[in-house]
Structures are given as C-alpha cells and as structure tokens.
C-alpha cells in the first residue's frame, strides 16, 4: 500500500530563506517550502496565496525588482532561475520535474521515475496571466508570454509567444 506524508504547512520567516532582499513584500497566504533553497532579490513583490515550492534538489533564485501575482506555483526540483525586472502574471505555474513514461507493463506513473529539468526566466520577461512554463524552457531576455500559453520549448529573446503549445507570433 503507498504512504504519503505531509510537505509541511509552508508557513516561514523571511529569515529562514537562503537569502532575502530588501524591501520583499509577501501577502497574505503566501508559502514557502523548503525556504533554505529559496534566494530573493531586493525589491521582489509576491502576491497574495502563491506558493514557492523549494526542493532539496533544486535551488530558486529571484531576481531583484520583479513582481510575481497572486495564486502562482513555482515547483524548483530542477532549479528555478528568474531574472531581474521580471512580471509573472496571476496564476502562473513554473514546473521543473515530471514523471518519466515506461510505457505499458511499466509502473503507474505515479511510481514511476522523476525526471528534472531546470527552468531560466531571463531579465525582462512578462509572463501572461495563467501561463505554464514546462520543465528544461529558457526563456530569453525580454520575451512576452501571453495569457493561458503553455511553454513547452525555448523562446528566444525579445519574442511574443502565445498559445498552446507557446509558439513565436511576432518579435518586439
């Protein structure tokens, strides 16, 4: 029979994060595990229930003067790297990891094996209300990602993608 156990509350003091910046404003609901691997920059501002889920194995780094909205979920098993002057929109789900498919006669996939891959978020970025960013994407230096897409590869930089899967309409 498979156990699970409990993450924790995600409740933390600044002061437990790897590092913190100054004038970082947290709202209300906002948690945080694993707070050790969670580094932020000065100026950062986190909307109200989003949730920074720190991993053992990966380190989350957020870049100074960035803002990041309500209800987001940032999961860094593979490593989050966000830039600086960076907007993600209400909502937005950064994920670095997923569950290796062994095919039929192979494990559920629930007990199958957990590949990561780290996320970057270069300088300049705006995120789209809603959007996913799938585990190993760069996203190049000051590329727009419109509402809802689903960012399954790279973007180069100074692009507008949208859709699903994300795909380059126009450059800036």
């Not at 229930?49 to 989350?60: E, F, N, S, T, V």
């Not at 989050?80 to 192979?106: F, Y």
Request: aromatic fraction near 6%.
């Amino acid at each position: 029979m498979r156990r699970f156990s409990t993450h924790g509350t995600g409740r933390f003091a600044p002061g437990e994060l790897g590092a913190v910046g100054q004038n970082v404003v947290f709202e209300e609901g906002v948690l945080v595990f694993h707070p050790a691997t969670v580094f932020i920059g000065d100026n950062v501002y986190v909307g109200h229930r989003a949730i920074l889920k720190g991993h053992h194995g990966g380190r989350m780094e957020i870049g100074s003067d960035t803002w990041i909205g309500q209800e987001c979920f940032f999961h860094s098993a593979g490593g989050i790297a966000i830039g600086r002057c960076v907007g993600v929109g209400p909502g937005v789900k950064i994920l670095t990891s997923s569950h290796r498919d062994m095919g039929r006669g192979g494990p559920p996939l629930l007990d199958s094996p957990v590949d990561t891959a780290p996320v970057v978020i270069e300088d300049e970025c705006d995120i789209g209300i809603g959007a996913i960013v799938l585990p190993g994407v760069r996203i190049g230096r000051g590329t727009q990602v419109g509402a809802g897409a689903v960012v399954a590869a790279d973007l180069p930089p100074f692009s507008v993608a949208a859709g699903v899967p994300a795909r380059v309409i126009r450059t800036r």
